[in-house]
């Protein structure tokens, strides 16, 4: 790196209040190599914004990149604007600004105007889908400056010709740049004027369910309904009637929905880490009619509900935590139903049948019943245990 207070502030990173692990780190090469590449247009009178920070090293990295070069020039800098879809990567950030005592100097915002109006460098961590780098890309290259410069970077081998062809339907040049511990950036410039509305969020009529399923780019399966859900959803007439159900994890908020929509009686929280998700959750609620019965909350494992204040959870958990295949994302999500649920109620999940949910949901919930399985999925139904019990 070409600096040293930039690689000491990096190594201080935490992914708290993310899953912490010894195999997991809040930083990666990639990180490093797009504050090493935008070192040279960090400066007096740039306008840096980064969408994509994981754990706040780009954010507070540039930071630091943007002070360095304003001290030797006597110059003020402009705030560093960010993104981040995951409610725990916007904590995160500001943890670590905290616990480095960074006060002030970046402004966490929803993805659109308002964080990239002007904006003369954007630095990007690739995300996983093509559907959400092109919800990125429209929106940079509608609002960023003429002259802007996206550094969009990643892991050579989560990289696709795919993304390339992405950045180019929205930049006049795309230039792959050479790897480095195994990660490139894509340099993007030119930003084509936008044509019409934004390409998201799409909104499709599901015709198997019929429900109208709305989803902006980052969100799990899109439009899509996931073949662990529909199994799971198989199952929603022997569900128990709730007063209060929420859908953990939700997406799109097709469970909710669906529950919703059969149980004319029940309040639904439909809940998400991702902005994406809720966001869309939002709009399938709206769109089907259901936006009085269905509140949508943006929150890391259930943190902001209290003890024992629901009586259905379903769930259909992630078994990824960014691109590493990991179970703590799914044992995190039991054990917060665990917490959240009143004693009696109950939690009903679907899963890989080789991945071994069971003795969580047992210790964490309580006595557990395979509802059903299939050649790939198994459905179970967890009563939570009364105190002491
Ligand atoms: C497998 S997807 C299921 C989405 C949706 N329920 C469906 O069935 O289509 C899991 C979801 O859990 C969310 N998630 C992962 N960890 C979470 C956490 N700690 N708190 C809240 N949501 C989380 C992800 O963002 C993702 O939308």
């Known amino acids: 790196m070409a600096d040293n207070t930039l690689e000491t502030l990096i190594s201080r990173l935490r992914r708290f209040p993310d899953v912490e692990a010894a195999n997991l780190q809040a930083w ?41 070069s304003a001290a030797g020039a006597g110059a003020e800098n402009h705030p560093v ?25 970046f402004e966490q915002l929803p993805l659109g105007a308002a964080l990239l109006a002007g904006a003369s460098v954007v630095l990007l961590q690739l995300p996983k889908s093509l559907a959400e780098l092109e919800e990125i890309a429209d929106a940079v290259a509608r609002h960023a400056a003429p002259g802007v410069v996206l550094l969009a970077g990643g892991r050579v081998k989560h990289m696709s010709r795919g993304m390339n ?62 073949i662990g859900t529909r199994f799971l959803l198989d199952f929603l007439p022997r569900m128990p009637h709730a007063r209060h159900a929420i859908d953990l994890g939700c997406g799109t908020g097709i469970l909710a929905a669906m529950y919703a929509r059969s149980n004319p009686d029940a309040r639904v929280t439909a809940t998400d880490q ?60 039991i054990h917060a139903a665990g917490r959240v649920l009143a004693p009696g109620g109950e939690l009903w999940t679907v899963f890989n049948s080789h991945l071994h949910y069971r003795p969580a949901l047992e210790r964490l919930i309580g006595p557990t019943r395979e509802v059903g399985r299939n050649p790939k999925f198994t459905v179970t139904a967890s009563t939570r245990k009364t105190a002491g019990a």
């Not at 070192?39 to 007096?44: S, W």
């Not at 604007?81 to 100097?105: F, K, S, Y």
């Not at 795309?174 to 990660?183: F, Y």
């Open 28 to 68: 990666d090469a990639t990180d490093k190599l797009l504050l090493d590449t935008a070192a040279g247009l960090l400066g007096p009178g740039s306008m840096p914004a980064v969408v994509g920070d994981r754990y706040g090293a780009l954010t507070l990295g540039a930071l630091t990149l943007e002070s360095v």
């Open 81 to 105: 604007r960010v993104h981040q879809d995951l409610i725990t990567g916007e904590r995160a950030l500001r943890h670590n600004a905290e616990a480095l005592g960074i006060t002030g100097g």
């Open 165 to 226: 062809a992405v950045l180019e339907r929205y930049f006049g040049t795309v230039q792959p740049q050479l790897a480095r511990q195994k990660s490139r950036i894509l340099l993007a410039s030119g930003p084509r004027p936008a044509t019409g509305a934004p390409p998201f969020p799409v909104i499709e009529l599901n015709a198997e369910l019929g429900l109208t399923v709305c989803a902006r780019g980052a969100v799990f399966a899109g439009t899509g309904l996931d």
């Open 274 to 333: 991702s902005a994406a998700a809720v966001d869309s959750a939002f709009a399938t609620a709206r769109a089907n009619g259901l936006q009085d019965r269905i509140d949508v909350l943006q929150d890391d494992a259930l943190s902001s509900l209290p003890q024992g204040s629901a009586d259905l959870v379903l769930l259909n958990p992630p078994f990824h935590l960014g691109a590493a295949v990991h179970a703590g994302a799914g044992i995190k999500m």
